[in-house]
């Protein structure tokens, strides 16, 4: 394993992905940091810019745009208390008030050692852990992996959707445009209606920019005759209060440790993603803090367990991708669309098929957490001053990206018509409460649940009982269950919270 | 706007399309016989769907017939929603003209027209980075992509 980390760390070492690295922090901590820009849009765009350079170039500089967007999210939560997601709106609680306080440079600073030491951790676990638990998941046959695509769609329907029912809904709306087209094992027409167009099924990357980033156009568009707010960085007369002391690093490095731990442990389970990492990280952080007062009124140590719980999420999210197939979150499912466009599937035979690459992506995602550092550290005033500019120089420049980008991926104006429906049908997901992302996983999913489920059926012939013969099966299916019931219990503890609240 | 109505509405289209997907074999054409067979799965979603769909449905239907006010995630607002109409337009209008006057001619509008949406009328900087942004997408794809935009065709 060590030998293929040095291998690893010999391919990025070179000129290309290095500069993807460099690109891909700029353009993420840019992105990132413009309030309706979230990190996912920012991949969506630069994905297609992609396609066409080496696979090590092209994950890794999008790993880079994914780790900087996340980051870049809390300079806009710090400074204009816009959270750029919903996983940064503890950081934009205490970090707004630091930056009211004059001490914007403190929460910054605060902000980027957490966020990089978090993604640290994180990626020190991936890269451990990931393919020694690869060889356990190889282990599976093709019954075994229909019990576990079926927990995995089960348990994130479940988990991130408004309800469970909606959650599922949309898992299983996805499933259906997946099997628009020819079928991959019968080669039989489905849905296709006559046109040959649909043969080939919806083209993934004009669907992807259409259901996750064209839809946060329209909310800036809705949102257009809000005043624009400029960024600033507040100054304190006082040095100390513009910067981070070693001591005040040290200080918090415990909350950070437990924070990025529990962020880790978070991310490596599907569906639960950032925002739920985050408030379970504040919440210890508080709950042993020695000034438990301060949280939500400019705490440090609140926005170190915040961002590192928060970006340690964006490790552990490659876990169960790259050793079960399965993406934890939206993030995950769109660089599981960029690996299998790069000719790359996730799985545990990505360990063996593609050694170098992966150790390669491995050894990407820690130089790009230096970078990160470097780089955020030196140009804050840069990237303030970029996120500021106005909402109509922005989102124009996006709708173009998104109109090449769709078009890149089969250089067809079919697809552009393709982006249109899928942007409609985004936005309408979401008014009606149906989760886009949960959408997306079920429609990467699908074609793998339908081989092993054919493989399957191929094995246990008339047999059906041989499906349950395995004590995986059972495992998988409790698994199910226990979600789906601790779920609901999460669902309706929440439901009545806000009625007790209410009450007293 | 009560999101209950769209629910109801929404769910019953849903349940529609799914029983035609249980019913209608000629949904699928052509195909080798496999031993799951090419409408097993869509007949499968199909089925989920109708399930989801319907408790969706009951439940929202349950809170109109009780004559609840709607509260919380119930309620859609539809405050600039005129905004989000002109942008299909816009979209739409980008789309339709593109293979016919090409991608640089097309783009420079459709850039100028979404920064008039968005309440841009620094006229100088807008028509500049209009024109510029597309050159450089239109060449960078073209050298370094090697992906070619479309160009004038009337």
């Known amino acids: 394993m060590f030998d293929n980390i040095i291998s690893g760390f010999t391919s990025i070492l070179a000129v290309g992905p290095i500069l993807g690295i460099i690109a891909g922090v700029v353009i993420g901590i840019t992105f990132g940091a413009i309030p309706g820009i979230s990190a996912i849009m920012a991949i969506a765009i630069i994905l297609p810019m992609t396609f066409y350079v080496d696979p090590i170039i092209g994950i890794t500089m999008l790993l880079a745009v994914y780790k900087a967007g996340i980051y870049g999210g809390s300079i806009s939560a710090i400074l204009i208390n816009t959270p750029g997601a919903a996983a940064s709106f503890l950081t934009a609680q205490d970090g707004h008030a630091l930056t009211k306080a004059g001490k914007a440079g403190k929460a910054l600073d605060m902000s980027l050692f957490a966020s990089v030491s978090g993604e640290m951790l994180a990626t020190l676990v991936l890269i451990l852990v990931a393919a020694p638990f690869s060889l356990i998941s190889l282990q599976a046959g093709p019954i075994e992996k229909v019990f576990l695509l079926l927990f995995a769609f089960t348990v994130i329907g479940s988990m991130a959707g408004e309800s469970i029912p909606r959650g599922l809904l949309s898992c299983c709306l996805g499933m259906l445009f997946a099997m628009v087209g020819m079928s991959s094992i019968t080669g039989a027409a489905r849905f296709t209606f006559g046109y040959t167009e649909l043969m080939g099924g919806f083209t993934f990357t004009p669907m992807l920019i259409g259901i996750l980033v064209m839809p946060e156009v329209f909310n800036v568009i809705r949102k257009r005759k809000i005043p624009h707010q400029e960024m600033m960085i507040t100054h304190s007369p006082n040095p100390a209060d513009n910067r981070i002391s070693f001591k005040e690093f040290r200080s918090v490095f415990s909350t950070i440790l437990k924070s990025s731990g529990i962020g880790t442990f978070i991310g490596a389970l599907p569906g639960l993603g950032s925002s739920t990492a985050a408030f379970i990280a504040y919440g210890e952080a508080k709950r042993t803090s020695k000034k438990p007062k301060e949280y939500g009124k400019g705490s440090v140590e609140g926005i170190a367990a915040a961002e590192s719980a928060n970006n340690a999420?964006?490790?552990?999210?490659?876990?169960?991708?790259?050793?079960?197939?399965?993406?934890?979150?939206?993030?995950?499912?769109?660089?599981?669309?960029?690996?299998?466009?790069?000719?790359?599937?996730?799985?545990?035979?990505?360990f063996f098929e593609h050694t170098e690459t992966i150790y390669a992506i491995f050894a990407g995602f820690l130089i790009t957490d230096l970078f990160l550092l470097g780089i955020a550290r030196s140009g804050f005033k840069f990237f303030v001053k970029m996120a500021s500019l106005r909402r109509y120089y922005i989102f124009p420049c996006v709708t173009v990206f998104a109109f090449t980008g769709a078009f890149t991926a089969g250089q067809n104006m079919d697809d552009i018509l393709v982006l249109i429906a899928f942007t409609v049908m985004g936005y309408g997901m979401r008014l009606v409460g149906l989760?886009?992302?949960?959408?997306?996983?079920?429609?990467?999913?699908?074609p793998f649940l339908e081989q092993n489920l054919d493989q399957a059926m191929s094995i246990v012939g008339t047999d059906y009982h041989l499906f349950f013969a395995s004590p995986f099966s059972w495992v998988f299916i409790a698994l199910s269950v226990f979600f789906v019931f601790s779920s609901m219990r999460m669902k309706q503890k929440s439901a009545s919270a806000p009625l007790q609240g209410k009450a007293a | 706007m009560d999101r209950r109505k769209i629910d109801v509405v929404l769910s019953t289209f849903l349940i529609i399309v799914s029983v035609i997907i249980f019913t209608n074999d000629g949904l699928v054409e052509g195909g080798a016989e496999s031993d799951l067979g090419s409408m097993f799965l869509p007949r499968l979603v199909a089925g989920l769907i109708i399930i989801f769909a319907a408790t969706i449905s009951i439940q929202s239907f349950r809170k109109l017939a009780k004559g609840t006010q709607p509260e919380g995630q119930e309620i859609i607002t539809t405050n600039g929603f005129s905004g989000v109409f002109i942008y299909i337009g816009i979209f739409i209008a980008y789309w339709f003209t593109v293979p016919h006057v090409g991608f640089l001619v097309a783009t420079p509008f459709i850039m100028i027209a979404v920064a008039l949406l968005l309440g841009g009328r620094n006229w100088v900087p807008i028509i500049a980075t209009s024109v510029i942004t597309p050159v450089l997408i239109y060449y960078g794809s073209k050298e370094f992509l090697r992906v070619y935009l479309p160009t004038w065709t009337l």
Do not use: E, Q, R, Y
């Not at chain 1, 989760?435 to 699908?446: D, K």
């Open chain 1, 435 to 446: 989760n886009p992302a949960v959408f997306i996983i079920g429609f990467i999913l699908t």
């Open chain 1, 313 to 350: 999420v964006c490790g552990s999210s490659m876990i169960p991708m790259l050793t079960l197939s399965i993406p934890g979150d939206d993030v995950a499912a769109l660089l599981m669309g960029a690996f299998l466009i790069h000719g790359l599937t996730p799985g545990p035979m990505i």
